[in-house]
């Protein structure tokens, strides 16, 4: 990958109240790929109505920038997902926020529905992060949320994480910066493919570019390093099955570390922990609902 580093986070913490809100909601949209009403209020402006939203989001669909999918659950036939049209997405190509990521538009109602479940699943982990944030003062806002960021790993082949999360911590005058890579799991794979997870982010951590040709400089490291100055932490947030299935699953993540030698040197070296999303979204991400994958008490995600 080139510069823009992808996963990177924005200048600005949030967005400004100043900033025009359909600017805004289109910066999401085109950064987070798709939101309900809701959803964009949380994450742009808490103490907004949902109206204002409703009114800014119907003239962005007058204007042919943005359009929307009926969400498939019954009972709930007036929550929409919206997300950019092509028009949308050529409009926001070129914002600071966006520099080096893809475009991403979605062509059609059935492409943008097939893509609604997970997507919106990834939003939803999201938001307890900035909601944390601002009942702590950290710092963490839309913009530090990238989704759908890829590295090589070696052999033609990509680690694909849901998310890249940037959190600063701010203690008084000390400031602690943390990223994630965030794995969202909806228990539609089997638990052994998630579990595999864990060993693409150890050949992550492992892989080197190889140079090409004998004038080329030697690899000066893994090549994560373009990236970040330090290796994310992975956090896996799991959801869409009982509380029995959904321990399991965080057990076989467990046994992957214990099993596996190259997620054991993973394991040493970065923290990884799991978390069932509805408690995160009770209890926040601060409070004990991480699992590490090493074993242990449930604890803050950041004391993994």
Do not use: C
């Amino acid at each position: 990958m080139t510069s823009p580093t992808p996963g990177a986070p924005a200048a600005e913490l949030a967005p400004s109240p100043a900033e025009p809100l359909r600017l805004q909601i289109l910066t999401a949209l085109a950064l987070h790929r798709m939101a309900t009403t809701g959803q964009l209020r949380q994450m742009l402006r808490p103490d907004g109505s949902r109206q204002l939203f409703s009114r800014a989001l119907n003239k962005l669909r007058a204007t042919g920038f943005v359009d929307l999918t009926p969400l498939p659950e019954s009972g709930r036939s007036r929550t929409h997902a919206w997300y950019l049209t092509a028009e949308g997405s050529r409009l926001t190509r070129d914002l600071p926020v966006l520099r080096g990521r893809p475009p991403y538009p979605i062509t059609s109602t059935t492409a943008a529905s097939l893509k609604t479940p997970h997507t919106l699943t990834v939003v939803r982990a999201h938001l307890p992060f900035a909601a944390d944030a601002r009942r702590l003062g950290h710092e963490h806002g839309p913009w530090d949320w990238t989704p759908e960021v890829s590295h090589p790993i070696g052999e033609g082949e990509r680690l694909a994480a849901d998310a890249v999360m940037h959190y600063t911590v701010v203690d008084g005058e000390h400031r602690w910066k943390l990223r994630a890579f965030v794995e969202v799991d909806r228990s539609t794979m089997s638990s052994e493919r998630l579990a595999v997870k864990l060993i693409e982010y150890a050949r992550l951590l492992q892989y080197e570019v190889q140079p090409v040709g004998r004038r080329r400089p030697a690899a000066t490291g893994p090549a994560w390093l373009r990236w970040y100055p330090v290796f994310p932490r992975v956090l896996f947030v799991l959801t869409g099955a009982s509380r029995a299935r959904l321990g399991d699953r965080i057990r076989d993540l467990q046994a992957m570390v214990a099993q596996h030698p190259l997620v054991a040197v993973l394991a040493r070296e970065v923290q990884l922990g799991a978390a069932v999303l509805e408690d995160i979204e009770q209890h926040g991400p601060s409070g004990a609902v991480w699992v590490s994958l090493t074993g242990g008490e449930p604890r803050p995600w950041i004391a993994l």
